[in-house]
């Protein structure tokens, strides 16, 4: 059995490497975000609000670099999944990778319009304020409240899978699978 080193090479092209920055700080910004929003629920209100306060700025730049990495992508094809991927594998990555794009719209865009919906502005790390994008609605403030916490949990659930399934690839299969997105 080969080990992890010497297959490292065996995944084939990597990531560009703007491509491989901008994963790797949405994904941990996200990790934050979901952290921040579940571990501030019990906490005292300024505490809390202070840390809703980096939670909402937090979100918009994970839209913005979500733009970002898809104007990326749009130029720069990713490499093709290495030949020993597994037929049922490559559909159901296309999958995921479109379920990704797609929460990492919805979540922080459900989460900006619940703001303009509730009249609370969102302020941008004490640097801006993000204009709102729809008239006070108390009615919709409540609904984007319970679907934004929904989109949520479906991001942390889709990102514990992809976790999962890189460490598989990487240390049960061995395809060294990684190496495409390791930024080092």
């Not at 297959?7 to 491509?19: D, I, L, M, S």
């Not at 992508?73 to 797609?102: D, I």
């Not at 790390?125 to 479906?154: K, M, Q, S, Y």
Request: glycine content about 6%.
């Amino acid at each position: 059995m080969a080990t992890v080193a010497e297959t490292a090479g065996t995944a084939g092209p990597r990531y560009t490497k703007v491509a491989i920055w901008l994963h790797w700080l949405i994904g941990l910004a996200v990790i934050a975000n979901i952290g921040l929003a579940m571990l501030t629920e019990d906490m005292p209100r300024e505490t809390h609000r202070a840390a809703m306060d980096v939670h909402k700025a937090l979100g918009i730049t994970i839209l913005a670099l979500t733009l970002l990495r898809i104007l990326w992508r749009l130029g720069h094809k990713p490499p093709p999944l290495p030949a020993t991927t597994p037929a049922w594998q490559r559909p159901l990555s296309k999958v995921v990778h479109f379920l990704f794009y797609a929460l990492l719209i919805l979540l922080p865009l459900s989460g900006w319009v619940w703001m303009s919906a509730a009249d609370r502005p969102i302020d941008f790390f004490g640097l801006t304020t993000i204009p709102t994008i729809v008239a006070p609605n108390e009615g919709l403030a409540d609904v984007l409240h319970d679907r934004h916490e929904a989109l949520g949990l479906a991001m942390l659930a889709l990102a514990a899978i992809h976790i999962l399934a890189a460490l598989k690839h990487q240390f049960v299969d061995r395809t060294g699978l990684m190496g495409r997105m390791n930024p080092f």
